[in-house]
């Protein structure tokens, strides 16, 4: 294999296709990157663990088709701090690649190529029926960002570590829980005419995770870019002219294509594809513990609320599940928490009352997670009664919530 590439096309690949690499890798070879090359130019790499694999595709001057593997870590960091000029790459039968930029010349020690994992990243038919659809990034992007947080952590429940995908006959639910809290949003698409039932997909939470990523950078471009400030001599001639052949063409609407079959999903966004398997088991309905009331509704200003739980917190940080009373009233919400060893605080916020007073007791880690992920000017508590969850969201976004447990009170504090 033998190709040329420009400096920051092969960096922002490799940069691509690294969150999917190990920290520890069971098997010394997913420590590689696979790096294939075909005679039209087109090089993909992949890169992955036992549970997902990322591909990327890029243009490259092909002067020998071929495939090999390099250390990806020490390939990316080398490729980081190569001047930013045309980079040669080549390969023989011996499984070390010969990395040329300039007058620097590098030594990679691969693995053999046919230790890399088969993935197929095309679900396979005789697993089932193959659902595609299709998605808007923008979209996803989002309800990633304020679903995914909710996930649990304990491998102990392993069912709850993953975002819900059911893809519904009008459609997409994306949910998350860790039984102390819940977030779940609607998304609408256009369902394949044959999807009668809902179908369910428990996506690993890390997978998900990178596919957040890969969606943040399709939306802002490259994953990675040259930093600013002083560094290496300017391109020569021929940098430009290569960077611009593997640069994507712009597109009205980013779309993120989807496809389910059996065990495996597939999400596809521009030359970026990955694949992973599905967490086995039958997800809990999330929209069950909705309640279908509120007893009492309050809207404030969702900045205002964010800082006074961050300067409550300071005082209950230490505990398990730091406590944060809550007081609605008619024209404020009030804020109070208090610890043994350091002392107590009260907050009181402007805030518009729809029904009854009422108080609860929430983590307050809980509340400062949601409100980090909204994105609106206001925001609205809802309480459906005391042993029920209490309930925020976006009067922006209706189709969003997030539900959250109520707490038993640790202290009380004196309301003079």
């Not at 620097?104 to 691969?110: A, K, T, V």
């Not at 712009?250 to 999903?265: D, K, Y």
């Not at 609605?328 to 060893?341: I, N, R």
């Amino acid at each position: 294999m033998h190709f040329i590439v420009a400096r920051d096309t092969l960096r922002a690949g490799l940069q691509t296709v690294l969150g999917s690499v190990p920290s520890t890798a069971p098997i010394p070879i997913l420590k590689h990157v696979l790096l294939t090359l075909a005679p039209t130019g087109q090089l993909r790499l992949a890169a992955g663990n036992l549970t997902f694999q990322i591909a990327h595709e890029l243009s490259v001057e092909c002067l020998e088709p071929g495939c090999t593997t390099v250390p990806a870590h020490a390939c990316h960091e080398l490729v980081q701090n190569l001047p930013a000029a045309p980079l040669e790459l080549r390969s023989d039968s011996s499984d070390q690649a010969i990395l040329t930029c300039g007058r620097s010349q590098y030594q990679l020690l691969g693995l053999p190529p046919e230790q890399f994992p088969n993935w197929d990243h095309s679900p396979d038919p005789d697993q089932g029926p193959v659902l595609s659809v299709s998605l808007p990034v923008a979209s996803v992007a989002t309800a990633f960002r304020q679903v995914l947080f909710a996930t649990a952590k304990d491998d102990a429940l392993p069912l709850l570590t993953g975002v819900l995908f059911e893809f519904q006959p009008d459609r997409l639910l994306l949910a998350a829980t860790d039984r102390h809290r819940l977030a779940f949003q609607y998304l609408p698409y256009l369902a394949p005419p044959d999807l009668t039932d809902p179908v369910q997909a428990i996506v690993p939470a890390r997978a998900v995770r990178e596919l957040a990523r890969l969606l943040r950078a399709s939306l802002n471009g490259p994953a990675s870019r040259p930093e600013p400030g002083p560094g290496p001599a300017a391109p020569s001639d021929s940098e430009p002219e290569l960077a611009a052949r593997s640069r994507p063409e712009p597109q009205p609407t980013e779309l993120l294509q989807v496809q389910l079959a059996g065990n495996l999903i597939r999400f596809q966004c521009q030359a970026s594809c990955l694949a992973t398997r599905l967490i086995e088991g039958r997800y809990p309905d999330p929209t069950r513990v909705l309640p279908d009331h509120a007893v009492s509704t309050l809207t404030l200003d969702r900045s205002e609320l964010r800082a006074a739980l961050k300067r409550s917190q300071v005082i209950v940080r230490h505990d398990t599940h730091p406590p944060i009373s809550l007081l609605f009233q008619p024209d404020q919400l009030v804020l109070t928490a208090s610890s043994s060893a350091r002392g107590k605080a009260r907050e009181e916020l402007p805030a518009l009352l729809e029904g009854e007073p009422g108080q609860v007791s929430f983590c307050v880690t809980y509340l400062l997670d949601v409100l980090a992920v909204l994105e609106t000017d206001q925001v609205q508590l809802a309480l459906a009664g005391p042993n029920l969850p209490g309930r925020v969201t976006d009067p922006a976004q209706p189709d969003y919530f997030y539900l959250v447990m109520p707490l038993q009170f640790l202290d009380s504090l004196d309301q003079a």
